[in-house]
């Protein structure tokens, strides 16, 4: 009996480029139903699994080890868990794999693993035999991304090993000064990468689903030399490196009420940190206009990405989520429900520099308040 390869396309992009919001778009059309999904986030707490809406939870996996350095172990970990899970029955049938990466990931090491002759090990084996490396599908965000790609190795790493690459925010370019910078970006990718189709996000939809659909073999003699020399290699950019530190940083402080904050950082890289950021209690609409003021007035270049999930005391069963990338805040939105029974307010920010523990004080504000009403009531009793 012949054993039907399932292919995996990696979708990768630099932060804020916009993958999150292409797979919810990819979950949410009927072709895509039997589609399993590995997201690979950054740190402990999974905001961008409750991020993608509307589709089946027992076939999305998230993975929080470092795909880029632990490429060998964790992707083909994930892979062998899945097919585990699906021999076992635990999970539905899938025809096909997305990996949706962090965006500070290098995919040399993973494109590398997946492509490398198994190893003796029981795993490598059944991965080899179960999966076949599709297509890279990368996301390049036409606002940030050409500063991104002159300062981020990842990001050049991202287009150059790309068979197609998907222009995101080309809505917001209206001008036409923006319009001849969209076509001097388009020649900058092409240059770098000549043998990859270049698509545009608003305008291209039913070109980008249908490449994913179809079944064909990742084929490295589409790339440049320099993609061919960084898998043959089997290369992590310098800057990225392998002292790439995992550490958590535990603040706890309760107040009246049982209000608890959680703070984790990791870093990545020399000066590229991920903190986190979980509130137990609801924030209060006032505080939460503050946190925005104090995102307005801190953020900036040194904000490479922010995502999170808001419980408002007004309205706490309806969450608000809120995007960031540099100095664009994304307009608001809220969801009709929370995605899944976790109903805490959760921040996710990478960048340099960042004064975590100013945004941390905003949001303890509303506990400090609550403790002075408290004890005001008290008094007066």
């Not at 995996?8 to 993958?19: H, W």
């Not at 172990?73 to 962090?102: A, N």
């Not at 599908?137 to 990842?154: A, K, S, Y």
């Not at 590229?272 to 003021?293: G, R």
């Amino acid at each position: 009996m012949t054993v039907s390869v399932i292919p995996v396309t990696i979708l990768t992009g630099f932060l804020g480029a916009g993958k999150t919001t292409a797979l919810n778009a990819l979950l949410c059309d009927p072709a895509f139903a039997e589609t399993a999904v590995l997201i690979n986030e950054f740190g402990d707490v999974q905001v961008d699994h409750d991020l993608v809406a509307e589709f089946s939870d027992e076939l999305i996996m998230t993975t929080t080890g470092c795909l880029c350095c632990t490429a060998s172990s964790d992707i083909k970990q994930s892979l062998f868990e899945l097919w585990r899970k699906r021999k076992d029955r635990e999970i539905g049938p899938f025809k096909r794999v997305i990996v949706e990466t962090t965006g500070l990931m290098d995919p040399v090491p993973v494109i590398t693993s997946l492509l490398a002759p198994p190893s003796a090990s029981m795993i490598d084996r059944i991965v080899s035999q179960q999966f076949a490396l599709s297509k890279v599908i990368t996301v390049f965000d036409i606002i940030n991304g050409p500063m991104t790609l002159d300062h981020h190795p990842e990001a050049l790493q991202q287009v150059a090993l790309a068979d197609v690459i998907v222009m995101t925010k080309t809505d917001l370019a209206q001008d036409p000064a923006t319009q001849r910078d969209i076509l001097a970006d388009r020649k900058r990718l092409n240059t770098i990468n000549a043998g990859a189709e270049i698509l545009d996000r608003q305008t291209d939809w039913p070109s980008i689903s249908s490449h994913i659909l179809a079944s064909r073999t990742y084929d490295l003699r589409t790339k440049g030399e320099d993609a061919a020399a960084w898998l043959a290699e089997g290369k992590i950019s310098a800057s990225h490196g392998h002292n790439h530190d995992h550490h958590d940083s535990h603040n706890h402080t309760h107040h009246h009420h049982h209000g608890h904050s959680h703070t984790d950082t990791n870093r990545h890289g020399d000066d590229i940190f991920s903190h986190v950021i979980v509130l137990d209690e609801p924030v209060s609409p006032l505080v939460f206009h503050m946190f925005l003021e104090t995102l307005r007035l801190a953020a900036g270049t040194d904000l490479l990405r922010l995502k999170a999930l808001f419980a408002l005391s007004d309205d706490p069963d309806r969450p608000v989520v809120l995007h960031g990338v540099q100095h664009l805040i994304h307009p608001i939105d809220k969801l009709e429900r929370w995605p899944t029974d976790d109903k805490r307010t959760k921040i996710v920010m990478i960048g340099r520099n960042l004064k975590i523990d100013m945004f941390r004080d905003v949001l303890q504000a509303q506990s400090a308040d609550r403790r002075k009403l408290h004890a005001a009531e008290n008094a007066t009793t």
